[in-house]
Structure formats: C-alpha cells, structure tokens
C-alpha cells in the first residue's frame, strides 16, 4: 500500500488547543482596573489619541485661523473698506508692526489726509433743488450780521504781516472749539494786547498765565498746554510760522480736521477740504443734504457730513459754505427753537416747522399777565 494512503487512513486524537486570545479577552474582561497589564493600558491610551478626529480638526483650524492672521498683519490678505475712516479693528493691526510713538501722530494723519484725496475723486448726485436752497440762505446772510461775520477765525490778526496774521488763525481756531466765537475774539483780543500773538512769547510765558489770559473759552487750561506746544513746533520746524501742510497740521494736539481744514483755508488760502463744525453739521442734515455711507440716514459727526458733501458741492462752494451756514446758524437755523417762520426757504427745506419754534414774544407776555 502506497504510504501517502496508509497515511491519510490513520486518524490521530484530536488535541484541544487553549486559545490564547479569547483567555486574554477574557481575562482582561474579568479582571479588575488595578491588574490590568500596564504595556496594554498604553497601548488603549495611544490608539484612542491617535484616531481623536476632533483634536486633530481644531489643530488646522488654529493653523487656518494663525495664517489669516498673518496674511492681514503683512497686508497680503485682502480687506474691505468699511466707511472713510479706519475701524478699530484696522488699528489693532497696525500697533504690531512696531511703529516708533514719534511717528504715530504723522501715521494718523497721513490716513486722514489721504481720505480726504479719495472723498474729492467719488462724486455723488446733488440733492435736489439745492441750488435754490443755497442761494436763498446766501440771500438771507447778505446783512451780516452774525458773530462770526465780525468776530470769526477768520478775523484774527487781520491787521497783521502775513506770517504773524497766519499764526494769530492757528491760536483762534485751536481756541474756537466748543466756545462762542465773541469769546474766542474776546481772548485774542487779550493776548495780543499783551504780546502773545507770536510763538516765542508765548514759549517764555508760563502756562497757567496764558491759561488766565484765555478764560473762558472751553478748556483753557487744555487749551493753554496745546498752545504752548504748537507754539515751540512752530519754532522749532517752521522758523516761527505755522505749518502748511494738513497732514502737519493734524499732528499737532489739539487740532482736527475741522481745525486744520480751517486753517489751511484762511492761512494759506489752500482749501483741501469742507470745514464742518456744529453749525455745517446739523444744518446740512435738516436740508436733507448728507447721509451716512451706503444708507439715507443722517450722518452721525461732523467727519460724516465732510466727506458726504464733498461728494457732490462744487469745489468752489468749500471755502464760502463754513461762514455760511455758520452764520445762518446763530441767525435763524438755530440749534433749539429754530425760527422756520423767518427762514426763506422754509418751503424747501424738510425740517422745516418739525422742530419747536421759539414762542411768540408777545404770547409771553400774555401768559405772564
């Protein structure tokens, strides 16, 4: 018989082999947390961190999120220009790239200066009958006979040199903020009786004797500190006269937009942009003649309703249109109880008699009896 067959004819005894995996299953099954094998809780631990999709999700979102960062800090990363100045988040970013303190007043300004190029180029429609409107309150100013036809900034130094004069509008207007302008006029007055028109008299004299000399305007004693330091400016980097820049005259401390703008008109007779104090500003939301960005609600500051009517007011209308309307202001378009009764164009203007007018002289007397 071949032996291949004789062998597939004998049966061996089965033999039962333990089974090492199941009795290692189960006797990690059975057993309590302190027998456990330490090499196998080792193994657990790393086979669950290893496969956590979650850690490893919120890992290249921080990577994501640190890359658009660094994108936007390096400027790379492309940004949308929300209204006409910087947002606060614009700044954030600006601060950490280190820019030496000296230099962040001429950073600040040069952003505003190159805004007020860019409000000059967008055009917008004009509103309409706005030309009759204008010439109806021109007609109206004709008399006179507001403050700030005699007593404005305009009107200091006007007996002065050029250069004097020029310093003499730089102290006015730093003054004028927030103060009437008879008491504006009134503490030119004062200091140039006593010599103080000039930048090196008013370097020598302390500051709490030309915070005297200026009460009461708004702030004097802030004021006194501002004027002193432009003042040494003045000397140090201008040879005594004022600068003649807007992006120079923003970094001094104490002067706005609305100031400097003011300045460069008067001074300089370089008009670059609408100077809109309080008077500009609420007069040209009650004509319906500015709004805020993108929307037809009313502008909320002053550097609002600059950069919306530079959109469509002539540019030979910038200079005239601040004594304007200032002195309509005081006048007749008043900030409370304006008196729509006497206005001119009360028939073209859309707040006309919706705010309180003031009462009847007469009426007062009636009631008062």
Request: hydrophobic share 35%.
């Amino acid at each position: 018989m071949p032996l291949a067959l004789l062998l597939s004819r004998i049966r061996l005894p089965a033999v039962k082999m333990p089974s090492t995996r199941s009795n290692a299953s189960a006797r990690l099954v059975r057993a309590s947390p302190a027998d456990l094998n330490p090499v196998v809780r080792e193994v657990k631990r790393e086979s669950s961190v290893s496969f956590d999709v979650s850690k490893c999700e919120s890992t290249a979102s921080v990577k994501r999120k640190r890359v658009k960062r660094e994108l936007e800090v390096n400027g790379e990363y492309p940004k949308k220009q929300v209204g006409f100045v910087p947002d606060i988040e614009d700044f954030r970013y600006d601060r950490t790239k280190a820019v030496p303190s000296s230099s962040k007043a001429t950073l600040s300004s040069v952003k505003v200066e190159e805004k007020v190029r860019v409000s000059s180029v967008m055009k917008a429609k004009a509103p309409e009958n706005w030309e009759a409107v204008l010439g109806g309150i021109k007609n109206m100013r004709l008399s006179g006979q507001a403050p700030v036809d005699t007593k404005g900034c305009e009107k200091a130094g006007s007996l002065l040199p050029p250069k004097e004069r020029r310093f003499a509008v730089l102290i006015s207007t730093m003054m004028s903020s927030q103060t009437k302008d008879e008491v504006t006029h009134a503490a030119v007055e004062r200091l140039s009786e006593n010599g103080l028109l000039d930048p090196d008299a008013i370097v020598r004299i302390d500051e709490a004797t030309l915070a005297n000399l200026i009460k009461p305007v708004g702030f004097y004693q802030r004021k006194a500190q501002f004027i002193k330091e432009a003042s040494k400016i003045c000397l140090e980097r201008f040879g005594g006269d004022i600068p003649d820049s807007l992006n120079e005259l923003l970094a001094l401390r104490g002067v706005g937009p609305k100031m400097a703008h003011l300045v460069m008109s008067i001074a300089w007779k370089n008009t670059q942009g609408i100077c809109v104090d309080t008077h500009v500003h609420r007069i040209s939301n009650r004509l319906g003649w500015v709004f805020r960005e993108g929307t037809k609600q009313k502008t909320t500051t002053p550097e609002q309703t600059r950069m919306s009517l530079e959109k469509w007011l002539p540019k030979d209308e910038w200079e005239p249109i601040n004594p304007l309307l200032v002195g309509f202001g005081q006048t007749i378009c008043t900030p409370l109880r304006p008196k729509c009764d006497m206005c001119g164009i009360n028939n073209l203007c859309p707040s006309a008699y919706k705010e309180s007018s003031s009462p009847n002289p007469k009426q007062k007397k009636t009631r008062s009896s």
